[in-house]
């Protein structure tokens, strides 16, 4: 069973609007990653944040994470048609082995 | 700089029939995995590698086997091909705790 589920399913959005996806999860983590999937591709990691941070920041990126409420969620500021892709949340569940756990992901359409 | 190098891009097999999908990181990574990716259904762990010479099951092992041959090289072989294993298939290899570095997928087609 996923671990982490993303929401939403889908989201279409205009270039230079701002992208917001969410993930949840369900046990404790050790941390929690967003990776992105280019259509056809392998996955490609974005963003790690630890169990112990709040927010962090890359670039266009901002990640929150909130493990009271076992939820984080990506933001992507600005977007661009390049940012057309898939995003998965995956979670590192803490007391046992490094067994990173996928959700479905969110589709994310950029039009330019 | 080849990361994760995933053997075959793509293949046909008929129901029955078995075939091994090969992957090689060059990272010096100690743990590497094999997911499946279906629609709608994100990825699922077949089998996972925490070190040379260990294996585990994940969420959906039943009709593949691994073998971690080498630091190097995993690989995940289906024995007798059923049209439910019709996926893509991804290797990923990560250093403990870190991000996972994936290849570009096979596209197993089982008829």
């Known amino acids: 069973s996923q671990q982490g589920e993303e929401d939403p399913q889908a989201l279409s959005i205009q270039e230079g609007e701002n992208a917001t996806m969410n993930c949840s999860y369900k046990?404790?983590?050790?941390?929690l990653q967003w990776y992105r999937q280019n259509s056809g591709r392998g996955l490609v990691h974005l963003i790690l944040i630890r169990s112990n941070e709040r927010e962090k920041h890359s670039g266009r990126l901002r990640v929150t994470l909130d493990t009271s409420k076992k939820s984080s969620s990506l933001l992507i500021t600005a977007s661009r048609a390049a940012d057309t892709a898939s995003y998965f949340c995956a979670t590192d569940p803490s007391g046992g082995s490094y067994i990173p756990t996928f959700g479905r992901g969110t589709s994310l359409i950029v039009h330019p | 700089n080849a990361g994760v190098t995933q053997t075959p891009k793509f293949q046909v097999l008929k129901t029955g029939q078995s075939m091994t999908l090969q992957c090689a990181q060059d990272?010096?990574?100690?743990?590497m995995y094999w997911y499946r990716q279906d629609p709608g259904m994100g990825l699922r762990l077949i089998y996972y590698s925490a070190s040379e010479g260990t294996t585990d099951k994940g969420e959906v092992p039943n009709g593949y086997n691994v073998s971690r041959l080498n630091k190097r090289e995993f690989s995940l072989r289906l024995e007798s091909a059923a049209p439910s294993q019709t996926s893509v298939y991804f290797c990923?290899?990560?250093?403990?705790?870190?991000?996972?570095?994936f290849g570009n997928g096979t596209r197993l087609t089982v008829t």
């Open positions: 046990t404790s983590i050790n941390n």
């Open positions: 990923a290899s990560s250093a403990a705790g870190s991000p996972l570095h």
């Open positions: 990272m010096n990574h100690n743990s």
